[in-house]
Nanobody, 111 residues
């Protein structure tokens, strides 16, 4: 059974924006650190952003200042707002919380 569902990916022009969602089906979401990873073509998986139970956040240098991670514990959902997108951001984005993984959502940045 799917425990996390990530969504919101799509095709966007360079400089555009997308908002990804990561919805958890279980309880106690507020106690979980949520992490967004991405996997590009022929590239190793990288950590993109994290949000901790305290609300503190961490970002990879490559996305600092462009991406914002947030969470709404009442909705059991975390978000990744992606602005000023670059072709290098093209990847499958996956969210993780504890032992739960999303199925992946494709982000393509291309003119």
């Amino acid at each position: 059974q799917v425990q996390l569902v990530d969504s919101g990916g799509g095709l966007v022009q360079p400089g555009g924006s997308l908002r990804l969602s990561c919805a958890a089906s279980g309880t106690s979401f507020s106690s979980y650190t949520v992490t967004w990873f991405r996997q590009g073509p022929e590239k190793q998986r990288e950590l993109v952003a994290q949000i901790f139970p305290s609300g503190s956040t961490f970002y990879a240098t490559a996305v600092q200042g462009r991406f914002t991670i947030s969470r709404d514990n009442a909705k059991n959902t975390a978000y990744l707002q992606m602005n000023s997108l670059k072709p290098e951001d093209t990847a499958i984005y996956l969210c993780n919380a504890r032992d739960m993984w999303g199925q992946g959502t494709q982000v393509t940045v291309s003119s």
